[in-house]
Each structure stands twice: as structure tokens, then as C-alpha cells.
């Protein structure tokens, strides 16, 4: 099936709602994953009922397997093989560093309009994750590039300043730490809209009351990799949609990721 093209074909009555499916061939699906969703079943959230995994599943009739995962508040490109062999053969060019990843982030300030975060992050366990003697807690090295593609100030007073200004970066990590890019941009005293954990509460309160968007402002907008059969280097695009899309329209800003692969 040709990229960025949407697979309904196994849609029912019963699920409304659809993942929208960007690509799939006979070894691999590719879907646009909405923000608030878990890849799979944690212990994040014990109550959680709804999966990427399980939903994909049912809506195409057979198993699949994460090549990678995003955060239960990112939105965008994810990856999956059908099956267990195929997952494992991407999973392996994600730590090999070879898949080109690309995501956009709404922060606050205005950055620098370009550079390199070189800034190093203590590996996060989650609280049931094993830890033995030879677990290590030092810092990891860890390498985001950005790219400031809009700004814009509002003329009203959040924090401590008489105006609030904001951008869209693009961002590429050149490692895969957890939480990488949310890491990062707090570091740099950018922090991401709508992120709950390193993000500034006041500007997130204004963005969900005032600019109805309620949702963590971050998505994975292209994906490039091998395909594990032919070895084709196959591009993914996805553009923001929904509560992001409507943000960025309301400040004007660029719809598509044009500096994206495949764009």
C-alpha cells in the first residue's frame, strides 16, 4: 500500500474510530498514533483498557509488534512488524541509530534558531523494573539537534514577563533516551506545552483554557528506515492533526514538515 494512504477497509461499526494506518505492506504497518494512548498494556496505568497494540490487532485481524514505542502523550509515526522476527530486525535499527527520526514540539520561549543539546540523562526505570547490582544509575550520553521553525509572542502575561512567547522546533535525536526530547528541551529551558512532568504548569493551564488544547504539544512527524525485506529506505510523513493542527493554524505557523523526510 502506497505511503500516507489511509487503511479502512477493516473498519467496523463498533469502533468508530480507527487508527489511521500510513503505510502496510505483507512485513509491516506504520500507523499515525492520536495522543493519550498507550502503545501497550503498563503499569503507567493498571485501569488503561484501550492499546495501540490490541486496537491494531483487531482492526486489521492479526498480531503485531512494536518496533519502537512513543510516550502515552506523543502523537505520530509508529512502527510495527507483523511479525515477531520482522519487529525485531527494525527494533535493531532503532539501536543502531540508523532510523531517522524526526518530531515537532510547541515550547515555551523562543530558542536559539538552531543547534545541538549535548547533554547527558540518568536512565529512567519505571518502579516495577528489576534493578540488580549491575544496574547502572550513571548518566547516558544523549544528542538532540533542533531547528526553531516558528515563533510567535502573545500579548499576555503568564509567568513573570508582560508577554508569553512561543515556537515550533523541529527535532531530531541522535540517541534514544527515554524521555529524550522532553529531557532535553527543559534542560534548555524550553520546555514542551501540555507536558505534565517537565513542563510549566501555568502555561500549560493557559494553552488547555484559553487556546483549547489540552493535550502535550510533541509528534513524531516522519519516520525514515530500511525495510527489512527489500531493504528500501521507506519515508513516513505525518503531519500534526487534530487539537495540534488546530494550534498551529490558529498562530499561523507551517502544516506540514517540510524539512521531513520525504517532503
Known sequence: MPENQVDRDNCTDDDPTPLQVLYRDDAIIVIDKPPGLLVHRSEIDRRETRFAIQMLRDQIGQRVWPAHRLDRGTSGVLLFGLNAEIAGQLGRQFEAGTVEKRYWAVVRGHPQPEGIIDHALTRQRDAYEFQGETSSHE?????????????????????????????????????????????????????????????????????????????????????????????????????????????????????????????
Not at 196 to 211: D, E, M, V
Not at 224 to 240: D, M, T, W, Y
Request: glycine letters at 6%.
Open 139 to 263: 548518566a547516558q550520553s544523549a544528542t538532540t539537534r533542533f531547528h526553531c521553525l516558528a515563533t510567535t509572542e502573545l500579548q499576555v502575561s503568564i509567568d513573570r514577563y508582560p508577554t508569553s512567547r512561543y515556537a515550533l522546533v523541529e527535532l531530531e535525536p541522535l540517541t534514544g533516551r527515554r524521555h529524550q526530547l522532553r529531557r532535553h528541551l527543559k534542560h534548555i529551558a524550553h520546555p514542551i506545552i501540555g507536558d505534565a512532568t517537565y513542563g510549566k504548569g501555568k502555561h500549560n493551564r493557559y494553552f488547555a483554557a484559553q487556546l483549547d488544547c489540552q493535550r502535550m504539544l510533541l509528534a513524531c512527524v516522519a519516520l525514515a528506515f530500511e525495510h527489512p525485506i527489500s531493504g528500501q529506505r521507506i519515508k513516513i510523513n505525518a503531519p500534526p492533526s487534530g487539537e495540534f493542527a488546530a494550534l498551529l493554524a490558529r498562530f499561523n505557523w507551517p502544516l506540514v514538515p517540510a524539512g521531513a523526510p520525504g517532503a
